[in-house]
């Protein structure tokens, strides 16, 4: 986590500077990205986005690229790094923001990042059949004051109890293993995977 918080760190740096050379380079833009439309469309297209941080995508053959927002579409896919990010709201947000989607199936795993001048930090939500987020996970370089990584870990924990040999599973490698990020995405897999088909059905 910590090799992932340092390299957030240097990509956020070198922003300012990426975004000018993209927009020298205009002519060899490759169109590998895609945006979901509000009708489900699969739109190809080379994303981008404006100083104001304002998220852009521009079509083959169009003269400019277009702004687009959470309310707007579906969903989009960045090439760059194989990330799909999706709209959904926060716990206690008005607004929809995009978090990028780590794990689909019956539990759903998201995650946002921030950074300002003090740190930078990773969030991590679930929602468990398209049911409101809820928060279970964060990494950070600057200090947290919010709920307690003990609930927060009950959170999840609560989601998987309907697999009782799963939960079983997990709270016997928390004996050996410290609630972090690695251990959450495995279990949600686990979990989508039916505890790999209940044990392919007990054998």
Request: net charge positive; charged share 25%.
């Amino acid at each position: 986590m910590k090799a992932k918080l340092l390299l957030l760190s240097s990509i956020c740096l070198l922003v300012p500077i990426a975004k000018v050379f993209a927009q020298d380079a205009d002519t060899t833009k490759k169109f590998n990205d895609y945006i979901i439309s509000l009708k489900n469309d699969t739109i190809k297209c080379h994303l981008g986005s404006r100083f104001s941080g304002k998220l852009t995508y521009k079509v083959d053959g169009a003269h400019r690229a277009k702004p687009f927002d959470a309310d707007s579409v579906n969903g989009f896919y960045r090439s760059e790094d194989s990330s799909f990010f999706v709209p959904r709201r926060l716990p206690g947000a008005d607004k929809l923001t995009f978090l990028r989607l780590l794990e689909r199936g019956k539990i759903n795993l998201y995650e946002k990042n921030a950074s300002n001048a003090n740190s930078i930090s990773f969030f991590w939500y679930v929602s468990k059949n398209n049911d409101s987020l809820k928060f279970i996970k964060i990494g950070t370089t600057g200090i947290y004051i919010g709920s307690s990584r003990k609930s927060r870990e009950q959170v999840f924990m609560n989601l998987i109890a309907d697999n009782p040999a799963l939960l079983d599973k997990y709270k016997e490698e928390r004996k050996s293993t410290n609630y972090n990020f690695e251990l959450i995405e495995f279990y949600v897999k686990l979990y989508n995977d039916g505890f790999l088909e209940n044990q392919k059905t007990s054998k």
